[in-house]
C-alpha cells in the first residue's frame, strides 16, 4: 500500500519530488481560489481512535462525529498523494448534494468520486473552474462551518 510517512507539510510537498511541483502548483490555486481556508498538515487519526489515519495538506478544519460519537478533525479540503495520482477531498456539501457534484467533467479530473476527484498532473486541470470549485467550497464552509458531507459522517 501507497502511504506518504512523514511529520510535517514540507516533508508532504518533498515526499515525492516528481509530484512537488503539481502540489505546489494546487496549493498556490487553492490559496488564491480560497484564503479562509488555512493550510495545514493533516498528520491523520492515530491507530486506536476514531478516523482516517492517512496524512494530507489541509484547508481549513472541520470536525465530523464518528460513529463511537467522538469528534474528529478533518480538512475542508485535503489533498492527498496516491501511488499513481493525486486526489482532493470536499468535506462539506451543498444544498445537500457533493459540492463536487456541478463541476463532475468539467475540471480535466482522471476520476471523480463522492465528494473528490483525482487527477495525475496539475497541467490536466482546467484551472478556472477548480479555483471555483475551491471557492465554492470555502464560501459553503464559511457559511455553515457545521456543515459536513455525509461521506464524513459515520
Excluded at 57 to 75: C, D, L, N, Q, R
Excluded at 100 to 116: C, I, K, S, V
Amino acid at each position: 500500500m501507497f502511504r506518504v510517512d512523514v511529520d510535517s507539510l514540507e516533508a508532504y510537498f518533498a515526499f515525492d519530488p516528481k509530484r512537488e511541483g503539481d502540489l505546489r502548483r494546487l496549493d498556490a490555486l487553492i490559496s488564491k481560489a480560497a484564503p479562509s481556508l488555512k493550510r495545514h498538515f493533516h498528520k491523520g487519526t492515530p491507530a486506536g481512535e476514531p478516523g482516517m489515519r492517512f496524512k494530507m495538506i489541509g484547508y481549513g478544519k472541520s470536525f465530523y462525529h464518528a460513529t463511537t460519537g467522538e469528534k474528529v478533525e478533518w480538512p475542508v479540503v485535503g489533498v492527498a498523494l496516491q501511488k499513481n495520482y493525486i486526489s482532493v477531498y470536499f468535506a462539506v456539501t451543498k444544498r445537500g448534494a457533493a459540492v463536487t457534484d456541478p463541476y463532475a467533467g468539467r475540471l480535466g479530473e482522471l476520476r471523480m468520486g463522492r465528494n473528490n476527484f483525482s487527477f495525475e498532473r496539475f497541467d490536466d486541470l482546467d484551472s478556472s473552474p477548480a479555483a471555483a470549485l475551491f471557492s465554492d467550497a470555502a464560501q459553503v464552509f464559511d457559511a455553515d462551518p457545521d456543515n459536513v458531507a455525509e461521506t464524513m459522517r459515520g
